[in-house]
Nanobody, 124 residues
């Protein structure tokens, strides 16, 4: 599975942004997709995730402000992260991630794919 993230940018505090993550390849095998973020010098942290069934999970710091959603088609899947009421503390590089299994021959192979990061900068 290949992931392409987009949508980052500069926004003022209180503003909104929507990130997109387009997945191609063995999208049939995706079991969950997530957004992570990383501030320089700090560990990457989970922001939100969505399972195959549509169950969502959010970090406490973004609950009520961020919404993860997903559009599926035959061979692609796009996951969105709608971010509202942004604060400077949300400034980070945001990464999308997909986990699952793909079929290789007569076997399955797990994958854990990352997209390139997209920078979100929130000014005060």
């Amino acid at each position: 599975v290949q992931l392409q993230a987009s949508g980052g940018g500069l926004v003022q505090a209180g503003g909104s942004l929507r990130l997109s993550c387009a997945a191609t390849g063995s999208t049939y095998g995706i079991s969950s997709t997530a957004w992570y973020r990383q501030i320089p010098g700090k560990e990457r942290e989970l922001v939100a995730s969505i399972s195959r069934r549509g169950d969502t999970n959010y970090a406490g710091s973004v609950k009520g402000r961020f919404t993860i959603s997903r559009d599926r088609s035959k061979n692609t899947e796009t996951v969105y992260l709608e971010m509202k009421n942004l604060s400077p503390e949300d400034t980070a590089v945001y990464y999308c991630n997909a986990e699952g299994e793909s079929i290789v021959g007569f076997a399955t192979r797990p994958f854990n794919s990352w997209g390139q990061g997209t920078l979100v900068t929130v000014s005060s």
